[in-house]
């Protein structure tokens, strides 16, 4: 029944389907908004708690260090000079450990939007191949 009062043009249609796509996309950079800021969000709340444990637990750890640079040279024929190397030493090579493994996490642990970004791709291409029908 073409040209009933029921049929669509096929102009109109696209119309449709391109206001339907570009709404479509909208809401996926929405969602890829979203999700990036959640990811960023959750890192900063991280470095801030890791930062405060930091703080808490400093003193703490100068005081423990101290004991076992005095303690050292009870079991080592070391002086107590030589006591706070060893200690200052394994220190600095626990730093350096812990330095590297923070860069390494930091590095891998992008925000997801790796999905939104799939999720887009895909429907770029289902209207492509239904516009081309």
Do not use: C, N, Y
């Amino acid at each position: 029944m073409i040209g009933s009062k029921g049929d669509r043009a096929t102009g109109d249609l696209i119309r449709e389907v391109a206001g339907d796509l570009q709404l479509l996309v909208r809401k996926e950079l929405e969602l890829a908004r979203t999700e990036l800021v959640e990811g960023v969000t959750a890192k900063v709340k991280g470095a801030g708690l890791a930062a405060g444990a930091f703080l808490l637990v400093f003193p703490a750890l100068l005081f423990l260090f101290v004991a076992l640079a005095l303690w050292l040279p009870r079991i080592l024929p070391v002086s107590v000079a030589g006591g706070f190397l060893i200690v200052s030493l394994l220190m600095f090579l626990f730093a350096g450990l812990v330095i590297g493994i923070g860069i390494k996490i930091f590095r891998s642990g992008r925000p997801g939007v790796a999905s939104t970004v799939e999720s887009v791709k895909e429907d770029v291409r289902w209207a492509r191949g239904h516009l081309r029908s």
